[in-house]
C-alpha cells in the first residue's frame, strides 16, 4: 500500500499552537480500513474502528517491528497485527488472545490525538504551545 508523504502544517487551536497535522482526507480512510501515513520523522497509520473512530498510531507492532499499514488489519475496535496476532485498541494498549480465548496484556504502542476537521483527518505529533 502506498504511503502519503505530507508537509507539516500548523494549524491554530484556540488561538495557540497546538501541534496538528494533517495526515490524509478522511475519505480515505473507510470504516475498518488502515492507511499508513507520514509526518516528518513520524511512520504512522491511520485506521478507522468498525464504529467509525479514527486512531492515529505508531505504524511498527512493538513486538517484532511489523508494519501495521501493510500487516494490520482492523478487528472490531482493534487493529491485529497478522503477523504474530498481536492487538491493539484506540488507547494503544496491547494484547494477545491465545488459543484458550484468554486475554493476556503485551506491549502497548504510541497513539495520538486525532480529529476530523473539514475533512481532513489531522493529529496532534507535538504540541508546542
Known sequence: MP???VVVERCTDRGTRAG???LLRGDEVGVG???AAEAGASDLVVWRT???QVCVMEARCPH???HLGAEGVVDGDELLCTAHFWRFDTSGAGSKVNVSGRRDRKGDIAVYECRERNGMIEARLANDG
Open 33 to 35: 480500513r488502515v492507511r
Open 20 to 22: 496538528w497535522v494533517v
Open 64 to 66: 517484532l517491528w511489523s
Open 3 to 5: 504511503v502519503l508523504s
Open 50 to 52: 468498525f464504529a467509525g
